[in-house]
């Protein structure tokens, strides 16, 4: 699993580095965004601007992690979907729980 994880005042940003987040690396994903709510971020941003295909399964861990996040009263945003990945998330209702944001800097000033 490819991610760069930065930080903006007390804000961590998981930048997924990949084309596909499906399946097969969801293990990986969920261990390393775990432990950056582990370590006590309260404010996280989930970059996905360079991922084009999400499976149910992604939307699924998607989730599990703002339970994770939301039980340590915390918040998770997701940045930059492209279109085929906005729309599984709206058809799964995920965005119901997980606030989305066309930028970077939008996200970021809404905490």
């Known amino acids: 699993m490819n991610l760069r ?5 007390d ?11 499906v399946y097969a690396m969801l293990s990986s994903f969920f261990s390393e965004v775990s432990a950056v709510v582990e370590s006590g971020a309260k ?3 989930i970059d996905l601007s360079e991922v ?3 499976d149910s399964a992604s939307v699924g861990c998607l989730m599990d992690i703002y339970r994770s996040v ?3 009263s915390g918040t998770i945003k997701l ?4 279109e085929r ?4 998330v709206s058809m799964t209702g995920l965005h119901n729980f997980i606030e989305i944001f066309r ?3 939008t996200a970021l000033e809404s905490f």
Do not use: H, S
């Open 43 to 45: 404010k996280i941003v």
């Open 70 to 72: 939301a039980e340590g």
């Open 85 to 88: 990945v906005e729309t599984m």
């Open 5 to 9: 994880i930065d930080t903006q005042d």
């Open 11 to 21: 804000i961590k940003i998981v930048r997924v580095k990949e084309e596909r987040l």
């Open 103 to 105: 930028d970077e800097k």
């Open 52 to 54: 084009n295909y999400i």
């Open 79 to 82: 940045v930059g979907l492209q």
